[in-house]
């Protein structure tokens, strides 16, 4: 099935023996000048890129306090080491998140610091030449800017910022990576990362509705570009198409139905993902947030909520409104934004919504944190709702749930293996390798509670698994959205299954 070794799954965390440059030849496909200018980077390198990129680093370590800071107060403790899933799962020692760093701190204490300057080899400063050019592009594409190195590390130094600078200063001299360029490309051209035009999109959400009824015998609608809507919702594209994302968006929907409110997606906005952040380049980020603003205006729109999508949610939780806000055209009631977990959490709540969780009885859960929700966002007016929110709405809908490990899970959560712009063919052994230790953990909660299927709010995530998981022996279908088990359980008024949920009832009364 694979041409590389696909790392075996242990009974208990192992930390392997390190080697030496083993994943050196992991790299994306550099970006084609087509893909570069649109994004207003150049298309490839020129004549004096050193200069550009240190100049790049100059201007990112002056407007980013954060990124000097990272790189100084570094102490060489190790407390990272072993928790990078790349790190775990390829063995490579520059996988672990302090090499990684060293990567461009070596360069930076070159060009910027004293020491560096004068006495490069006393303080292992390096010149920025195309070897270390080329580790870096390969390595800083083997980290998917997770944060879970951060979590461990007693200063705080967050890697993924690291990373975001060094892919920000590639960009500046012509090497961007193909997948986020491209991707980012076509949402400012068409609206999305699929490159979808409204007609399909149109033609797409008709089809659900027929599929609901279909499956119902109730008419619940999927609207595109209304005016006037209560709701503006704000998906991955992935939700239209792919599975099982499809399901959770016809959760979506069933959940506005049987709140009775109403709601629209649009086709200017009709993607939530944010690949600007991956590449670390704030004039992306802030251009790709503007259409929901723009969106949200131009329909009229009271309240935006975000469908199932991990960076999305942290872009749009933790930014969004320093992006494109104020957002002081919206209901003020309401938080801006909100999460669809977190809607469909108030409506149980408030008693809105019927389940039966026996639709789902087929299944026993468990739940992935996805990185970026996890060690990136809150969710709902909660402390840890980000945590607390998913998992009480996976418990309303289904009758089997159990956790993985503690130190798996919450925001010891590891990534799924493909996050950070790294979701791509490319990079497929590096994202199988990147799986290994939640494929461990999965593994442990199977055996020991007979856990079936694997529920998640990211659309990376379910898209990686649905790949990955083959290899460790489960299959594609296990991993399952969130909201596909609210769909499944949710009984819609004047439904068959309503129907004859009440027959029953009668019956036995
Ligand atoms: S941010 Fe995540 S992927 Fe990057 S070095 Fe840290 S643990 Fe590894
Ligand atoms: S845990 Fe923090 S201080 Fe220690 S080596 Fe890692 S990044 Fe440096």
Request: proline share 4%.
């Amino acid at each position: 099935m694979a041409d590389f070794d696909v790392p075996k799954l242990n009974e208990y965390p192992i930390v392997p023996k390190l080697e030496r440059d083993v994943m050196k030849h992991s790299s994306p496909f550099i970006a084609a000048e087509k893909f570069q200018t649109p994004l207003g980077f150049p298309g490839e390198l020129p004549d004096n890129w050193k200069e550009i990129a240190i100049d790049k680093m100059g201007e990112l370590l002056g407007k980013y306090r954060s990124l000097q800071v990272f790189l100084d107060i570094c102490v060489h403790c190790g407390a990272c080491t072993d928790k990078c899933h790349y790190f775990l799962g390829t063995t490579d020692a520059k996988n672990m998140p302090v090499a990684r760093q060293d990567l461009l701190r070596k360069v930076y204490r070159r060009y910027f610091t004293f020491a560096g300057k004068y006495f490069p080899k006393l303080v292992g400063a390096v010149d920025l030449t195309e070897e270390v050019l080329d580790d870096w592009y390969s390595y800083f594409h083997q980290c998917s800017q997770c944060r879970r190195c951060s979590v461990f590390c007693p200063y705080g130094i967050d890697t993924a910022e690291i990373s975001m600078a060094a892919r920000d200063i590639m960009d500046a001299i012509g090497k961007g990576q193909k997948y986020c360029n491209e991707i980012i490309a076509k949402v400012f051209v068409i609206g999305n990362n699929l490159g979808l035009p409204e007609p399909a999109l149109a033609d797409t959400l008709e089809g659900l509705e027929e599929d609901i009824e279909e499956e119902t015998g109730v008419k619940v609608r999927l609207p595109l570009d209304e005016k006037g809507c209560e709701i503006l919702l704000i998906t991955p594209s992935a939700d239209f198409f792919a599975e099982p994302h499809v399901d959770g968006l016809m959760g979506y929907a069933k959940v506005f139905h049987e709140a009775g409110i109403s709601w629209t997606l649009s086709s200017k906005a009709s993607e939530a993902a944010n690949f600007g952040m991956f590449i670390g380049s704030y004039e992306n980020m802030r251009k790709l947030s503007l259409r929901v603003r723009e969106a949200a205006i131009e329909l009229g729109a009271k309240r935006i909520v975000f469908g199932e999508c991990g960076h999305a949610w942290r872009v749009a939780y933790s930014f969004l409104n320093t992006l494109a806000g104020p957002f002081d055209f919206l209901d003020p009631k309401y938080p801006v934004p909100q999460h669809i977990c977190e809607f469909t959490y108030d409506m149980l709540k408030e008693g809105k919504l019927r389940m039966n969780k026996a639709e789902n009885d087929h299944m026993k859960l468990t739940f992935h944190d996805s990185c970026n929700v996890a060690r990136g966002a809150g969710m709902g007016q909660m402390e840890g709702g980000q945590f607390i929110i998913p998992r009480e709405v996976i418990k309303a809908s289904c009758n089997y749930y159990y956790d993985m490990d503690q130190d798996t899970i919450h925001d010891s959560t590891f990534c799924c293996g493909g996050g950070g712009g790294l979701l791509t063919d490319d990079l497929m052994e590096l994202r199988v390798k990147g799986a290994q230790p939640r494929m461990e953990a999965l593994k442990k909660v199977s055996e020991e509670h007979g856990v079936t299927n694997l529920a998640a709010i990211c659309a990376i995530c379910k898209s990686q698994f649905a790949k990955t998981l083959p290899y460790y022996g489960f299959t594609m279908d296990q991993i399952v959205s969130v909201h596909q088990l609210v769909s499944n359980a949710i009984v819609l008024k004047g439904s068959e299954q309503e129907a004859e949920l009440d027959a029953e009832k009668a019956e036995t009364a």
